[in-house]
């Protein structure tokens, strides 16, 4: 969602500075730590040593402050044309946000009309890296993930969707590329506005063009 779908960067950025300043953490790098991952992960992470309960407190924290700021959540390039192509049952929103983050960013961004299938932070036991999170999504369109592909803008994510089975599409919206390749993307575009979609001649089969180059087709995600 986050970086693919929806650009949550400002107010990712001014929640999260604000929760490390309270705990002289550096913000940029609070930042940075937070992406792609369940935001429980990476408080335990920047709080090593605090009890399991003062990691569950400044989760609920973190959950209803980047629930009150959607200033400046919009979507990104191409995913209004994207997710409109592509009839709702057929793809899945894999996002490490909980339940009711992601409905609120993907409200805020004019996308949750188009979503029906949702994984969220609240939906898992193992977020990204681990393969749990895309092998639900693709679950939930009655699909092996490696008749999936995965789109992703952070090495977490990417790990994710390689564990899972599924290939792995990178967008360079957050990451640079040496990063997404050493995660395992199979390719990189810009954004959602580089990729194209239409019907292949076999029924239940759709084609996924990249610019200069074709993704080999695939069946359609049910």
């Known amino acids: 969602m986050d970086g693919v779908l929806v650009d949550s ?18 913000p940029d790098y609070a930042v940075v730590a937070a992406h792609g991952r369940t935001s429980l992960t990476s ?3 920047l709080l090593p ?15 209803r402050a980047e ?7 919009v979507a990104l390039p191409g995913t209004q044309t994207l997710l409109s192509t592509i009839p709702p049952s057929q793809f899945a929103v894999v996002t490490s946000a909980t339940r009711a983050l992601a409905e ?11 979503i029906q299938h949702i994984v969220t932070a609240s939906d898992i036991s193992c977020g ?15 699909l092996a993930a490696h008749l999936c592909v995965v789109i992703e803008d952070a090495p977490s994510g990417t790990h994710s969707g390689k564990a899972a089975g599924a290939r792995v599409l990178a967008v360079r919206t957050t990451t ?12 990189i575009v810009n954004d959602c506005s580089s990729l194209r979609l239409a019907p292949d001649p076999r029924p239940g089969y759709l084609a996924l063009a990249l610019p200069d180059s074709e993704i080999p087709r695939l069946p359609k995600m049910r």
């Open 9 to 26: 960067t400002p107010a990712v950025a001014r929640v999260w500075a604000r929760w490390a300043r309270k705990h002289n953490i550096d």
């Open 43 to 45: 408080i335990q992470e």
């Open 49 to 63: 040593h605090a009890a399991p309960a003062i990691h569950l407190a400044e989760n609920d924290w973190m959950e």
């Open 67 to 73: 629930i009150e700021d959607i200033k400046d959540v």
């Open 104 to 114: 609120v960013r993907l409200r805020a961004a004019g996308l949750w009309p188009f």
């Open 128 to 142: 990204k890296p681990d393969p749990e999170p895309y092998l639900k999504g693709a679950a939930a369109l009655h």
């Open 176 to 187: 640079p590329d040496s990063e997404l390749l050493a995660a395992g993307a199979d390719w």
